[in-house]
């Protein structure tokens, strides 16, 4: 069945450093979403990405699609502990379903 | 800022009882999911409903549990007779367009059940 696997599980950085998650599918998505959670909250929304190869950015986060729509990643720079949280992607086959990816918990060391 | 609310935050039952979980989705969204969450593990989704229908349910939402829009407002959860392993957050989100139309998912805060 359909999954989406993140990598790594979790993530210990110093505050400044960079961290990055990579999410893999592993059927072709028509777009992919991102979503952040705080420790002990609920999910909320960050971004969607539809196009292939396509890069966005939100201030210190850039998201990038890849090329067979069939991965993603989210690059944090120059972490900040207000980024501490699990980061989840959300991918959306062609078939409409929905499926959260495994997440990606970080931890930003001041 | 309009937001999904879940009713109650926190929910403790016996393994074989019936329980309803509430949620109020955002007034004008169309589109209306329940999501589970077991301590420190992924976002599972369960089911979502449109038009006052189930129009997608994954394999855990089996024939234990239902979801109802009884007035209009709420939305709800009811797993007929819990089991341990129903122990978990439970999230409902809504959405004002279907997932494929570039539309996010606003989730509530959640209700964590506690099957003992």
């Known amino acids: 069945g359909q999954q989406v696997m993140q990598i790594p599980q979790y993530q210990h950085v110093q505050e400044g450093e960079d961290f990055t998650t990579y999410c893999n599918s592993s059927t072709t998505l028509s777009n992919i979403q991102w979503y952040k959670q705080r420790p002990g909250g609920h999910p909320v929304f960050l971004i969607q990405?539809?196009?292939?190869?396509e890069v966005k950015k939100q201030k210190r986060l850039t998201f990038q699609f890849g090329e067979a729509k069939k991965n993603s990643s989210l690059h944090i720079t120059a972490t900040q502990t207000t980024d501490v949280g699990t980061y989840f992607c959300a991918g959306i086959n062609t078939g409409n379903q929905f499926y959260f990816g495994t997440g990606t918990s970080l931890t930003v060391i001041p | 800022e309009p937001e999904v609310t879940q009713t109650p935050s926190h929910q403790v039952t016996q393994m074989g009882q019936e329980v309803i979980l509430r949620c109020v989705p955002i007034?004008?969204?169309?589109?209306f999911y329940w999501y589970r969450q077991i301590l420190g593990q992924k976002v599972e989704f369960l089911v979502s409903?449109?038009?006052?229908?189930?129009?997608?349910k994954s394999e855990i939402f089996d024939d234990q549990f239902s979801v109802e829009r009884p007035d209009g407002s709420n939305f709800t959860l009811k797993i007929r007779s819990t089991k341990l392993e129903d122990s978990a957050m439970y999230f409902c989100?809504?959405?004002?367009?279907?997932?494929?139309?570039?539309?996010?998912?606003?989730f509530g805060q959640g209700t964590r059940l506690t099957v003992v």
């Open positions: 409903f449109y038009n006052n229908e189930i129009s997608e």
């Open positions: 007034s004008n969204h169309l589109y």
């Open positions: 989100a809504s959405s004002p367009r279907a997932r494929g139309l570039n539309t996010e998912a606003f």
């Open positions: 990405l539809v196009k292939s190869g």
